[in-house]
């Protein structure tokens, strides 16, 4: 097949570069940064190794989300949405970009997105889960983007016609409770996907499609449990007859097969992908490494001798997502 589209793919600047240090051992952490700092390098010969032609890059996490003054947060977005329209300039035939936002103030994101759409030619947004905003004895809080103060930044998104990457994180300290004593479970191993996919279903349930039908959700890891889930999410004791408690108009299934489209990112398991094909047709499933925090040549090896169909292989690879991201290829 052509070459392979991939696009949960991320980048540091020094300023975040940081925030990916607890990720990896110690002993790991120099090749860890060594992999964020290029664009390049390294990754361009993997990605010509492995026959992946375009990679759309994203900035490392948690990132601005944790970032809770305002200002500040503005700033890193705008400087990092800057280096990564430079490095796309230098190779506009393997590279595009994410936008990252500073969704502590949903106006400023709002406009950032539209600049980077409409002048640095970003095919779309990549934000790394809840912003935190500063509280007055010091603290932060986390907002999700379900609240009503985010409908007109979800307008907006609608607007410009572009994805919206919802990518995880860890919670907070003080939400994240369950976790005590077992940190291992934290991370990309359990916490990310439970923290995404309550994201998720908020979105769903807050009744954000029925007012903005048009929106496009990407999420990653093959869709952080919820395709496993649709059936209980939607008839928990379907016995009992009570109405939804919540705004929401449809179905879970409805929005998450209408308005979702899942990346094979960093969760290289054929048998889920299979799954994952039943219950949203091979048509919403993209292609994606988690580079650098994945190897490359572990996703597309994978990807490649999966036993799936070579009309899904090419849809699933290449197509879907330069249809979605508008790569005309």
Same mark, same amino acid.
């Given at each position: 097949?052509?070459?392979?589209?991939a696009?949960?793919?991320?980048?540091?600047?020094p300023?975040?570069l940081?925030d990916?240090?607890?990720?990896?051992?110690g002993?790991?952490?120099d090749e860890?940064q060594a992999?964020l700092l290029?664009i390049q390098?390294?990754r361009?010969?993997?990605?010509?190794?492995?026959?992946?032609?375009?990679?759309?890059?994203?900035?490392?996490?948690?990132?601005?989300?944790?970032?809770?003054e305002?200002?500040?947060?503005i700033?890193?977005?705008r400087r990092?949405?800057d280096?990564?329209a430079?490095?796309c300039?230098?190779?506009p035939?393997r590279?595009?970009?994410?936008?990252?936002l500073p969704?502590?103030d949903?106006d400023a994101?709002?406009?950032e997105? &539209? &600049?980077?759409?409409?002048?640095?030619?970003?095919?779309?947004?990549?934000?790394?889960?809840f912003?935190q905003?500063a509280?007055?004895d010091g603290?932060?809080?986390?907002?999700?983007?379900?609240?009503?103060?985010? &409908?007109?930044?979800w307008?907006e998104?609608?607007?410009?016609?572009?994805?919206?990457?919802?990518?995880p994180?860890n919670?907070?300290?003080q939400?994240?409770?369950?976790?005590?004593g077992h940190?291992?479970l934290?991370g990309p191993?359990?916490?990310?996907?439970?923290?995404?996919?309550?994201h998720?279903?908020?979105l769903?349930a807050?009744g954000?499609?029925?007012e903005?039908?048009g929106?496009r959700?990407v999420?990653?890891?093959?869709?952080?449990?919820?395709p496993?889930m649709l059936?209980r999410?939607?008839?928990?004791?379907?016995?009992?007859?009570?109405p939804p408690?919540?705004?929401?108009k449809?179905?879970m299934?409805?929005?998450?097969?209408?308005?979702?489209?899942v990346?094979?990112s960093?969760n290289f398991?054929t048998q889920t992908?299979?799954?994952?094909?039943?219950?949203?047709g091979?048509e919403?499933?993209?292609f994606s490494t988690?580079?650098?925090f994945?190897?490359?040549?572990h996703a597309?090896?994978w990807?490649?001798?999966?036993?799936?169909?070579?009309?899904?292989?090419?849809?699933?690879?290449r197509?879907n997502?330069a249809?979605l991201f508008?790569l005309?290829?």
């Amino acid at each position: 097949m052509q070459g392979k589209i991939a696009l949960e793919e991320h980048f540091a600047i020094p300023e975040t570069l940081n925030d990916s240090a607890g990720f990896v051992p110690g002993t790991y952490w120099d090749e860890l940064q060594a992999r964020l700092l290029d664009i390049q390098d390294v990754r361009l010969k993997l990605m010509d190794e492995h026959n992946i032609e375009t990679m759309i890059l994203s900035l490392n996490a948690p990132a601005v989300q944790a970032i809770p003054e305002r200002e500040r947060a503005i700033d890193i977005a705008r400087r990092a949405n800057d280096v990564l329209a430079e490095e796309c300039a230098k190779r506009p035939d393997r590279f595009r970009g994410f936008a990252a936002l500073p969704l502590q103030d949903p106006d400023a994101a709002a406009e950032e997105l &539209r &600049r980077c759409v409409t002048e640095l030619g970003f095919v779309g947004a990549l934000v790394n889960g809840f912003s935190q905003s500063a509280t007055v004895d010091g603290g932060s809080t986390p907002l999700y983007y379900d609240l009503p103060r985010y &409908r007109p930044f979800w307008a907006e998104v609608e607007r410009l016609d572009v994805p919206f990457y919802l990518h995880p994180r860890n919670p907070l300290n003080q939400d994240a409770r369950i976790y005590e004593g077992h940190p291992w479970l934290l991370g990309p191993t359990w916490a990310f996907a439970q923290e995404t996919a309550v994201h998720a279903l908020r979105l769903m349930a807050s009744g954000l499609f029925d007012e903005h039908p048009g929106l496009r959700i990407v999420l990653g890891h093959m869709g952080e449990g919820i395709p496993a889930m649709l059936w209980r999410i939607d008839h928990r004791n379907a016995w009992v007859d009570v109405p939804p408690a919540y705004p929401a108009k449809r179905r879970m299934v409805d929005y998450f097969t209408e308005n979702f489209f899942v990346t094979t990112s960093g969760n290289f398991r054929t048998q889920t992908l299979i799954d994952l094909l039943l219950e949203l047709g091979s048509e919403r499933v993209m292609f994606s490494t988690d580079w650098p925090f994945e190897n490359i040549n572990h996703a597309a090896e994978w990807f490649d001798a999966a036993s799936i169909s070579e009309a899904d292989r090419l849809k699933i690879g290449r197509t879907n997502a330069a249809t979605l991201f508008k790569l005309g290829r």
